[in-house]
C-alpha cells in the first residue's frame, strides 16, 4: 500500500520564478493538506483541498496556489518566489470521517525547495 | 494559536524516560503528536481528544488536561528507535485537517 508520494524531491529556483509541487495522496485517502516547513521549525498550514476545493487556507499570500484533481491528488504553485520561499513543503493526506472531529495525517517525504 | 513545546531538546541513555510538554492560549478539541526523523516524513503517533478519548502508539503515552489546555507526550524505557524531533499539533473542533504545529523537541537517545 503506497503512501504519500511527492515530487520532486529537491528543487532549485529562482528568485521571480514560478514552481509546481505534486502530491498523491495514501490510497484511499481524499483530502490533502499542504504544510511549509522552515528549517528547524514545525511544519505551517498553507491550505487543504477536499472534493476538489480549497476547503481551508492558512495565512499564505495569494502567491500560493493548488488544485485538486478527480483521483485525489493535488498541486501546489508558488507564482514569483521569494528567498523566504526557500523551505521543505510537506504533503499529508487525510480520509474525511463524518461526524469525526479528527484525522490523522500521513505526511510525504516533503520536496525540499531552495530559491537562489 | 501555535503551541509551544518544551523542553527544545532532551538527551537520554537508552533505558531513561522522557517527558514532553505541548500548551495552547486557545481551547483545544484534539491534540496530536508526530515524530520526524532526519530528512524524513513526520510520522503520525496518537491523537487525544476532549473528553478523555486516548490513542497510543507503541510503548509512547500520554495525556491531555482540558482545563490546562496542555497535552504531555511520556516515553518510557526509551529505545534508540525514538530519537527524533516530536512535533505536537493542536486542532479545534472546526479545523479539520487544519493543525497548529509547535517548534518541536528534539529527542536524543544514545546507546
Known amino acids: 500500500d503506497a503512501g504519500v508520494t511527492q515530487s520532486p524531491t529537491h528543487l532549485i529556483k529562482t528568485r521571480g520564478q514560478q514552481v509546481t509541487l505534486r502530491c498523491s495522496p495514501k490510497s484511499g485517502h481524499d483530502t490533502v493538506s499542504w504544510y511549509q516547513q522552515a528549517l528547524g521549525q514545525g511544519p505551517q498550514f498553507i491550505f487543504q483541498?477536499?472534493?476538489?476545493?480549497?476547503?481551508q487556507r492558512g495565512n499564505f499570500p495569494d502567491r500560493f496556489s493548488g488544485h485538486q484533481f478527480p483521483n485525489y491528488s493535488s498541486e501546489l504553485n508558488v507564482n514569483a518566489l521569494l528567498l523566504g520561499d526557500s523551505a521543505l513543503y510537506l504533503c499529508a493526506s487525510s480520509l474525511e470521517v463524518p461526524g469525526q472531529g479528527y484525522s490523522p495525517l500521513h505526511f510525504g517525504n516533503g520536496t525540499r525547495l531552495t530559491v537562489t | 494559536q501555535q503551541p509551544v513545546q518544551s523542553p527544545q531538546a532532551v538527551i537520554l541513555r537508552e533505558g531513561e524516560d522522557a517527558v514532553i510538554n505541548c500548551s495552547s492560549s486557545k481551547a483545544l478539541y484534539s491534540v496530536h503528536w508526530y515524530r520526524q526523523k532526519h530528512g524524513e516524513a513526520p510520522v503520525f503517533l496518537m491523537i487525544l481528544l476532549k473528553g478523555g478519548e486516548q490513542k497510543g502508539h507503541e510503548k509512547i503515552s500520554a495525556s491531555f488536561n482540558e482545563k490546562k489546555q496542555q497535552s504531555s507526550l511520556y516515553l518510557t524505557a526509551s529505545q534508540l528507535s525514538y530519537s527524533g524531533t516530536y512535533f505536537c499539533g493542536t486542532g479545534g473542533g472546526s479545523t479539520l485537517g487544519r493543525l497548529y504545529f509547535g517548534r518541536g523537541t528534539q529527542l536524543t537517545v544514545w546507546p
Open positions: 483541498y477536499y472534493e476538489e476545493e480549497e476547503r
